[in-house]
């Protein structure tokens, strides 16, 4: 068990639909991570937020957002859904400051129909 | 820029050959380097990191700083090494530390 949970662990919707994908990092990460990964393919950086302020952003779609909470916990929202954004969603933290690793969730999966 | 490559998408080897999974990085400073493995669409976790030099299931990876690599090793695969791997960066900025994960490399161990 890493320590970071996120809900649902499965969700089938259909297209057109919204979602919300919900994470909580481990006691004391500040740092929060969304990652995409479909199917046979590797992960794709979506976004990053530090102590509620986004860090960094990379390859997410503008029909995608997030936020991270005050008691950190994050979630990523998905609307307008389509087919192809079926997929494992990853959440992971970390402590951001210094070195140390990233640790990962069960990740969440997606299914649009 | 922070940036992690692996060449290889697909690795297959026999049960009881050695593995080499390709890594290379650029980063202008002193890197922390990770390889995460992630077995059967599982969570990823972390298989080792350069600085605990330890070894990992068999696995090792050594940091070449002059080569910029960070290629992982095992003498001689099983077949329940078969998983994805992921070569990952960890870097500072002026916003802390950030995350680099590489393509990733998909190792088949043959019967």
């Known amino acids: 068990d890493s320590g970071v949970t996120q809900t649902p662990k499965h969700l089938i919707t259909a297209t057109g639909q919204r979602v919300t994908l919900r994470c909580s990092p481990r006691?004391?990460?500040?740092?929060v991570y969304w990652y995409q990964q479909s199917l046979d393919q590797g992960l794709q950086f979506l976004i990053q937020?530090?102590?509620?302020?986004?860090?960094a952003k990379g390859n997410i779609l503008e029909r995608f957002s997030a936020q991270q909470f005050p008691d950190l916990h994050s979630e990523l929202n998905l609307s307008s859904l389509e087919l192809g954004d079926s997929a494992l969603y990853f959440c992971?933290?970390?402590?951001?400051?210094?070195?140390?690793?990233?640790?990962f969730g069960e990740g969440s999966r997606l299914t649009v129909l | 820029a922070q940036r992690v490559t692996q060449p290889e998408k697909l690795l297959s080897v026999f049960k009881g050959a050695p593995v080499e999974l390709k890594c290379n990085y650029s980063?202008?400073?002193?890197?922390?380097l990770f390889w995460y493995v992630q077995y059967s669409r599982q969570r990823l976790q972390l298989l080792l990191r350069?600085?605990s030099r330890e070894s990992i299931k068999g696995f090792t990876a050594d940091l070449n700083k002059g080569e910029t690599s960070f290629h992982l090793k095992k003498p001689f695969a099983q077949e329940e090494d078969s998983a994805m791997y992921y070569c990952?960066?960890?870097?500072?900025?002026?916003?802390?530390?950030?995350?680099?994960f590489g393509p990733g490399t998909r190792l088949s161990v043959l019967p």
């Open positions: 992971a933290s970390s402590v951001f400051r210094g070195s140390g690793e990233l640790f």
């Open positions: 006691s004391g990460d500040l740092s």
């Open positions: 937020y530090y102590n509620g302020e986004e860090r």
């Open positions: 980063y202008s400073g002193s890197p922390e």
């Open positions: 350069h600085i």
């Open positions: 990952a960066l960890s870097g500072q900025d002026n916003y802390g530390q950030n995350f680099v």
